[in-house]
């Protein structure tokens, strides 16, 4: 059994910057770890993933260029570094895992079966 505990989240103003954590737990870091988010009315969209087995990340378009998914293995730990944050980005980021590699593409929230709580992103204006 995985758990994520994500961390980091909070209020900025737009252009500001926060940095999200996910610590894996159980059965550590598993093959493809991702980062979602989910905004008041919204559905839930992927924001980034990485694969782990060689460290390539994928992005969504709306944070391609602003945002970067790193990994660091020996922390069992997950990062989504966010930098000129705006307004649109507010939501409850979400870190989720999968046992399968998830290279090639952009893959959903159907693809993950792993979850944590969420942690809240406000950007005010």
């Known amino acids: 059994q995985v758990q994520l505990v994500e961390s980091g989240g909070g209020s900025v103003q737009a252009g500001g910057s926060l940095r999200l954590s996910c610590v894996a737990s159980?059965?550590?870091?598993?093959?493809?770890m991702g980062w979602f988010r989910q905004a008041p009315g919204k559905e839930r969209e992927v924001v980034a993933h990485?694969?782990?087995?060689?460290?390539?990340?994928y992005y969504a378009a709306a944070v391609q260029g602003r945002f970067t998914v790193s990994q660091e293995n020996a922390k069992s730990t997950v990062y989504l570094q966010m930098n000129s944050l705006e307004p649109e980005d507010t939501a409850i980021y979400y870190c989720?895992?999968?046992?399968?590699?998830?290279?090639?593409?952009?893959?959903?929230?159907?693809?993950?079966?792993?979850w944590g709580q969420g942690t809240q992103v406000t950007v005010s204006s």
């Open positions: 159980g059965d550590a870091l598993r093959d493809c």
């Open positions: 989720a895992a999968a046992p399968w590699s998830c290279g090639g593409r952009l893959y959903g929230g159907g693809d993950f079966i792993y």
């Open positions: 990485i694969n782990r087995a060689d460290g390539r990340p």
